[in-house]
């Protein structure tokens, strides 16, 4: 089994994050909001703050209750103070959540989730503003497995990058398998899109925006990577003999969706993308601070 774990290629983007921080002497304040007890996002906020510490970004959390959550934002995006903001879900987990997203500032969203830049996403627009001299905010997690997949040699170093891939990802939320899903089909692959139900191919570089349904079978017997975040236990998870030899398979799901006997079959297996995430945030807390608040401070 070739595993690639995360660890050494976000350790890259840390060490880089702070070389630029100490280098300019730069004074990043970033806030997280905390409205619930859920053990992941407990968990990713003491990973946001350690991560914090190490690059040299300030990093203060809100620990509120949830009636609390819409004045503490706005509290935020108008604290010139505050550079960056999480928030960490899910708070009500429903319809209220994706809502939130959309009452942060985009020039403080850390992750890049607020619509303002899913929809430069989405229109495949990498530029924020008509002079195209801020790169657009990207979000965290998608970015990450992108970055992941370059250590691999599975993409090109410059152009389309995975022009000429197909590849199949179990995940279709708004947060991140959507997102990857156009992320990769706008730099040149072939993208099949799963969720609960069922498949359909993107391919935004011919042209084709339509959706078209495929069955599971049919997407992983040509797919060149396999990406899963399906974090349920009754996924029937990716067998050895769904996979083309060679496959690069990533989850990133805090369940495993690979069976042991695919994840051996993989021509390189990536268990998890959380520190690659976690160290793209910082790189983002770093890009938002350069475009949208240094000249202020």
């Not at 350690?50 to 004045?71: F, H, L, M, T, W």
């Not at 530029?127 to 998608?142: M, N, S, V």
């Not at 090109?156 to 197909?166: E, N």
């Amino acid at each position: 089994m070739n595993i690639l774990k995360p660890d050494a290629a976000a350790a890259v983007f840390r060490d880089f994050v702070k070389i630029e921080i100490a280098k300019d002497g730069l004074n990043i304040n970033v806030a997280g909001v905390l409205a619930s007890q859920d053990p992941a996002s407990v968990t990713y906020s003491e990973y946001t703050r350690s991560a914090c510490e190490d690059v040299g970004i300030n990093y203060r959390v809100y620990a509120i209750k949830p009636e609390s959550v819409r004045q503490t934002i706005e509290d935020l995006n108008n604290d010139r103070e505050v550079h960056g903001i999480f928030i960490y879900y899910p708070i009500w987990n429903d319809a209220r959540d994706a809502e939130l997203r959309d009452l942060m500032a985009p020039q403080k969203d850390v992750e890049g989730l607020t619509s303002y830049w899913i929809r430069k996403l989405y229109a495949n627009e990498r530029f924020d503003g008509d002079r195209k001299q801020f790169k657009a905010i990207l979000p965290c997690t998608p970015l990450a497995i992108i970055k992941l997949l370059e250590q691999t040699g599975a993409s090109m170093p410059s152009g389309l990058q995975f022009k000429g891939r197909t590849i199949t990802v179990f995940n279709r939320s708004e947060v991140v398998g959507r997102p990857l899903a156009y992320m990769l089909s706008n730099d040149g692959a072939r993208v099949y899109s799963f969720d609960i139900n069922g498949g359909v191919f993107i391919d935004l570089s011919s042209g084709q925006k339509d959706e078209v349904r495929v069955t599971r079978q049919d997407a992983l017997k040509e797919s060149d990577i396999v990406i899963t975040g399906v974090p349920s236990k009754n996924f029937d998870k990716i067998k050895a003999g769904e996979l083309k030899e060679g496959t690069i398979c990533v989850n990133f799901s805090s369940i495993q969706n690979f069976t042991p006997e695919a994840q051996e079959a993989a021509g390189i297996y990536i268990p998890r993308v959380g520190p690659m995430t976690v160290a793209i945030c910082m790189r983002n807390a770093l890009q938002l601070y350069r475009n949208y608040h240094q000249k202020a401070n």
